[in-house]
Structure formats: structure tokens, C-alpha cells
T-cell receptor, first 118, second 115 residues
Framework: AQSVAQPEDQVNVAEGNPLTVKCTYS??????LFWYVQYPNRGLQFLLK??????LVKGSYGFEAEFNKSQTSFHLKKPSALVSDSALYFC????????????????FGTGTRLLVSP | KAGVTQTPRYLIKTRGQQVTLSCSPI?????VSWYQQTPGQGLQFLFE???????NKGNFPGRFSGRQFSNSRSEMNVSTLELGDSALYLC??????????????FGPGTRLTVT
């Protein structure tokens, strides 16, 4: 089964410092990878995605992510963190087509809480 | 453009009842997906509808069902509610759906509490 792992439940960083939120994936074939952010009492917001092409993907709010096929990773990064970046971040991968059902789904990681201190 | 809207925002039901949640996608989006979010299980995919057809389905029992109308609005129904169905139910719309690798735009969710 396809899966994503977010090894850190929480990441703490001081405002102005660079931040990294880690994600590794397990999928057969070429992965479709996504990052979403969730603020309290709100739905998820799309940040960026990788489907093909340049391994460095730039997204919303100054975030970027690097696709690394050999390490099966898709870490989210930002050069300078803001207090307002504090939120819950989810990595997701699109599952491959199930040959029995013809279905596929989006599989989310467990989420990483980012806390940016002033 | 208006975002994804979900109604109602909060709902309290008792075990054994059924519930219907509604989702209006972003104008022009033909794909609507539903997710269940709980502290224990995280975010889990329920199903996706595209142009009124169920295109994809997650690993949920048949008590969970949905449909999509010709205007792309979607409803999700849960019958014979159980305590474990208490969750935040999120709806997301996209242009091309999962098959196209399109990013999804989420609504604020419906918080369902089953007592």
C-alpha cells in the first residue's frame, strides 16, 4: 500500500530561521506528492505539489519542497519562518490505481505541528 | 471566486440516526472528494465524485454514501450512526480530480458529534 510518513509530530523554530518539515513516501511508480496546511478550526489549504519536472517546487506563502527520488523524500522548506506559519502541515501522496477496484485515493501523513516562536 | 462551502458547520446526532452533509464546490470544479478527520485516525479519504459519478472510494463501510448533482454540489450520507463516526468531515473540490493530479480546495468542514 502507498503511504507517507511524517516522522516529527512537532517542529519548533524561531522566527526568521529556516524551517524544514519532513516527509517520506512509499509508492510504486511515479508519485504525485502534495503539501497542505491546516489552521485551527479551518479546512486544509493547498501549498504545493510535485507531479513531474523540476525537483524543487515553489508554492504559496514562500514555501518550497524538494523531491528526492533516491531518498523517497519530499521535505517542505521555507528560508525564513514567520509566527503566522504556525499550523498543522500535511504531506499527501496519490495512491496508485487499485487493479481490483479501479479506485485510487489521496493518502495523508499524520501531520506535523509547526510552532514558530517570536 | 467563492470557496468551497459546507453545511451545516456543526451537527449533533444520536447513535442510530442518519445524517446528510452538504458541499458546494468552487464554480467550475467537477470533482468533489470527502474526507474524515479524527485525532486517532487522522485524515482518511471517503470517496470522490466527478461529473455525478463516483470515481474513487476509500475503505469505509457501506453506511457511508454520497452523491453528486448536475451542478456539482455533493452530499454525503451516514446511516446508523455510531459513536466512532464523530469527526470533522471535510469536502474538497478540484478541476481535474485525483486522476489529473489536481490540487484540492477544502471547505471548513462539518463537525459531527454522535452521542
Amino acid at each position: 500500500a502507498q503511504s507517507v510518513a511524517q516522522p516529527e509530530d512537532q517542529v519548533n523554530v524561531a522566527e526568521g530561521n529556516p524551517l524544514t518539515v519532513k516527509c517520506t513516501y512509499s509508492v510504486s511508480g511515479n508519485p504525485y506528492l502534495f503539501w497542505y496546511v491546516q489552521y485551527p478550526n479551518r479546512g486544509l489549504q493547498f501549498l504545493l505539489k510535485y507531479i513531474t519536472g523540476d525537483n524543487l517546487v515553489k508554492g504559496s506563502y514562500g514555501f518550497e519542497a524538494e523531491f528526492n527520488k533516491s531518498q523517497t523524500s519530499f521535505h517542505l522548506k521555507k528560508p525564513s519562518a514567520l509566527v503566522s506559519d504556525s499550523a498543522l502541515y500535511f504531506c499527501a501522496v496519490r495512491d496508485v490505481l487499485n487493479p481490483n477496484t479501479g479506485f485510487q485515493k489521496l493518502v495523508f501523513g499524520t501531520g506535523t505541528r509547526l510552532l514558530v516562536s517570536p | 471566486k467563492a470557496g468551497v462551502t459546507q453545511t451545516p458547520r456543526y451537527l449533533i446526532k444520536t447513535r442510530g440516526q442518519q445524517v446528510t452533509l452538504s458541499c458546494s464546490p468552487i464554480s467550475g470544479h467537477r470533482s468533489v472528494s470527502w474526507y474524515q478527520q479524527t485525532p486517532g485516525q487522522g485524515l482518511q479519504f471517503l470517496f470522490e465524485y466527478f461529473s455525478e459519478t463516483q470515481r474513487n472510494k476509500g475503505n469505509f463501510p457501506g453506511r457511508f454514501s454520497g452523491r453528486q448533482f448536475s451542478n456539482s454540489r455533493s452530499e454525503m450520507n451516514v446511516s446508523t450512526l455510531e459513536l466512532g463516526d464523530s469527526a470533522l468531515y471535510l469536502c474538497a473540490s478540484s478541476l481535474g480530480g485525483l486522476a489529473g493530479g489536481s490540487e484540492q480546495y477544502f471547505g471548513p468542514g462539518t463537525r459531527l458529534t454522535v452521542t
